[in-house]
Structure formats: structure tokens, C-alpha cells
């Protein structure tokens, strides 16, 4: 069982940058593809960024091309998102997810394993 805890969210203004930290309990983790999700209250979970166990592919939802970043340290089981030019439509709860086989990185089904979030707040 592998266990996911998120960090990193905060209130930030319009602008601004943040770095999400997904850190996993088990070397497993390594191995598995993980993605960054976000749920805005009242609204399904979409699909943020994902990255593979070896970091040789990357995948953005359109709406955070350019602006978001993600990243793994496998030797810190830990992943990142690196936000850039938050807009008040940022405003959710983020989750990391893992998972071992996962071939549609932008579905949530594919994903073994999820954290229990981190909220992100952007002023306007």
C-alpha cells in the first residue's frame, strides 16, 4: 500500500507561483506513474499533469501548457508541480495520484493510489 501526502498549497495572488510536493511512503513508487489532479468545489476532478516512473514523458491538460511544470526526484520518492501564473480558475484542491499501469494518464480510474489533497487559493 502506498501512501501519498500533498503539500506546497496555499493563498497566493493572481500571478504568483506555487510548488506542489507529492511524497510517497514506498520505494514502489518509483516505478509508477503519477498524476496531479484538481476538484474546484462543486466540479468533477480533472486531470492536471502526469509523468512516468522515469520521467522520459510528460503530459499537461491544454490549459496548463506553459504554465505548469512537473517533475520527479525518485531518490526523495517525491513529485512536483511547479505552478506558474496562478489565475483564480487555479482555485482547487489538488491531489497526486500513482499508478502501476497506466495508459490514459488523464483518466482518474487508471490511478491506484491517491493523497488526500492540498488546497490552492488564488486572489484576484
Known amino acids: 500500500q502506498v501512501q501519498l501526502v500533498e503539500s506546497g498549497g496555499g493563498l497566493v495572488q493572481t500571478g504568483d507561483s506555487l510548488r506542489l510536493s507529492c511524497a510517497a511512503s514506498e520505494r514502489a513508487f518509483n516505478t509508477y506513474t503519477v498524476g496531479w489532479f484538481r476538484q474546484a468545489p462543486g466540479k468533477e476532478r480533472t486531470f492536471v499533469a502526469a509523468?512516468?516512473?522515469?520521467?522520459?514523458?510528460?503530459y499537461y491538460a491544454d490549459s496548463m501548457k506553459g504554465r505548469f511544470t512537473i517533475s520527479r526526484d525518485n531518490a526523495k520518492t517525491t513529485v512536483y508541480l511547479q505552478m506558474n501564473s496562478l489565475k483564480p480558475e487555479d482555485t482547487a484542491l489538488y491531489y497526486c495520484?500513482?499508478?502501476?499501469?497506466?495508459?490514459?494518464?488523464?483518466?482518474?480510474?487508471?490511478?491506484?493510489?491517491w493523497g488526500r489533497g492540498t488546497q490552492v487559493t488564488v486572489s484576484s
Open positions: 495520484a500513482a499508478g502501476r499501469t497506466v495508459k490514459a494518464p488523464f483518466l482518474p480510474s487508471q490511478y491506484d493510489y
Open positions: 509523468i512516468t516512473w522515469s520521467s522520459r514523458n510528460t
